[in-house]
């Protein structure tokens, strides 16, 4: 090849946060879609898919990087000129559907949606650019029985998804509890409002003192970059900072802090009133203060929230590669959203919504559980001349609904088993020249045989006894890795 060619050659490469999805963390993600819009039908929702694609200006200016505010999405200018994007989450489409079709939908128009989502953000370890959320939504009622349905709603489906009682978290804030706080403390200005929102959104990663900085000059980072603050005295940072860490251990003895902390502004009673219908409701469904807590500090990244929110935080833990316990932490949120509609109606139409960021759950279970597909069951080719009959065997296992493949390489039985065993298979089928003239199989349990040799300290006693090994008549092969692969 000359010195051009290679100089032509590019490099193999893909842009930062969009990642390559295994077998295994693909077949984790259908795994939740399924199991959490199987929730969402339950509670009567329908499915709708609204499609990737929406104006710009229908997505509007609630755009997930309030940072870079222009550069949250990903658009191109259509044939027509006008600019497209791809959708950030699957809200602003539902705002946009329901006021387009507004005359001939049932209200509440009750919908879930599962599919990907673009946000033209900066990547970080599981923080993608591209991933998968799975939501419902409420529009057209309003009231905190609403809300309080789509609480209950967010923990089944984490429930359904695989986290067990005490291994997450619903947390609820109110958006009126937050305007009422910022009221007592003379914060008025809209852009700084803004400003004190995203420094109450990083509790989680800075803590009281980080997010104290914030509120006042500003906090530099331990790269050296230097955020700016909200600019806030000491006495509106102390009234912000009692709110944010007024929660407590029952949901009824947050509400009593917080109704002292919120004061008598008309925004912050109601936001008061609001929580406390909702635990009412809880209460009701039985749903108790491990599954849901009331946490002053949730507060929601995007601008359009009017309401209650909340976040579904993952608790089990794992550990990184050092060893090193980690938390995940939110895998959920949404919250009440009465403006969305409106932007296009120009009439109130108060809605309700939940989402799970699937992708983001997925790797957190994945990591959890070592989460692996069982690869197929492979028919080892041993004898060229035969090709057709190790394809039959292989079909026969495919009709059985078993997955399954012959081997289409040019490598002796050793290469193949070492192939079964990166392809994770749970079985490996063996016909030699003793086997056809015998009229069986050989087959090969090859995750009883681990298991077995796992007891086993004798090379020689191993080899000899083939742990997961056994000889069946030809027509009983199906029957025989049926059992093996646990399908009834």
Known sequence: MSTDQNQRRPEARKPRGFPDRTAAIIATERRLVDSISAVYARWGFEALDTGPFEYVDVLGKFLPDTDRPNAGVFALQDDDEQWIALRYDHTAPLARYVAENWERIPKPFRRYSAGPVWRNEKPGPFRYREFIQCDADSVGVAGPGADAEMIAIAAEAMEAAGAAKGEYVIRVNSRQLLDGIMETAGVTDPAQRGTVLRALDKFDKFGVEGVKLLLGAGRKDDSGDFTKGAGLVANQTDTLLEFTTAGSVTRAETLRKLANSVGMTASGMQGVRDLSEIDSILNALGIGEESVSFDPQIVRGLEYYTGPVFEAEFLREFRDTDGNPMRFGSVGGGGRYDGLVARFRGEPAPATGFSVGVSRLAAAMAVSEGAQVDGPVLVLVL??????????????????????????????????????????????????????????????????????????????????????????????????????????
């Not at 193949?416 to 050989?442: C, F, H, L, W």
């Not at 086993?456 to 742990?467: Q, V």
């Open 383 to 488: 004898d060229k001349d035969k090709v057709g009959d190790y394809f039959a065997m292989a079909n026969d296992l495919r009709r059985a609904g078993i997955r399954a493949e012959a081997y289409l390489g040019a490598a002796g039985m050793k290469a193949q088993m070492k192939y079964a065993d990166r392809r994770g298979s749970p079985a490996v089928v063996i016909v030699g020249g003793n086997e056809r003239e015998k009229g069986v199989v050989t087959i090969k349990d090859l995750n009883a045989g681990a298991a077995a040799a796992k007891g086993m300290t004798d090379n020689e006693a191993w080899r000899s006894g083939r742990p997961g090994q056994f000889e069946c008549p030809r027509a009983e092969m199906v029957e025989r890795i049926r059992a093996i692969v646990g399908q009834k």
